[in-house]
């Protein structure tokens, strides 16, 4: 059944969202032994948009000296970009990157592709499409929670 909404109340949910790895990410527990285990992010919620994404980027191209500054720092370009630190595997992985390590001053240099619009909206904007699925794995990992804590 679909959810009616008002503008306002539309708004007023996308205000809500906290764009996080946490929240960006379907999660999935990992069982070390019968009674432990470990809560891990599994998938992005975004993967089946990157398509959509990568139609609203460009590449930038860095000068020497910031390239410098942002040279294993994604972090720190994603803080300058989106004041928000946590958007930084968003810029890996839209550059083909693995790792911090992968950000290098020559191929920051090469230039790396961003987001050209503003990536809040457009993560907010995913995270409603989503809702559905994230909370299906939510209420899933509660009840997973629930259970082990049971043994």
């Not at 007023?12 to 032994?33: D, P, R, V, W």
């Not at 000068?63 to 040279?71: G, L, R």
């Not at 987001?115 to 009840?143: H, Q």
Request: glycine share 2%; with cysteine; net charge positive.
């Amino acid at each position: 059944m679909a959810i009616t909404r008002t503008i306002d109340q539309q708004v007023a949910y996308g205000n809500q969202i906290h764009l996080s790895n946490t929240n960006l990410s379907y999660h999935e527990m990992l069982y070390i032994k019968e009674d432990e285990a470990i809560e891990v992010n599994k998938m992005v919620v975004y993967t089946d948009y990157m398509f959509h994404l990568k139609n609203r980027c460009s590449r930038v191209y860095f000068t020497e000296q910031t390239a410098k500054k942002y040279a294993y720092r994604p972090k720190m370009l994603a803080w300058a970009l989106y004041k928000n630190v946590e958007l930084y595997s968003l810029i890996l992985r839209l550059n083909h990157m693995k790792s911090v390590s992968d950000f290098s001053e020559e191929k920051i240099m090469q230039g790396i592709i961003i987001p050209t619009m503003d990536i809040a909206s457009f993560l907010n904007e995913v995270l409603i499409k989503e809702k559905n699925p994230i909370d299906r794995n939510l209420n899933k990992m509660s009840s997973d929670t629930r259970v082990l804590s049971q043994k």
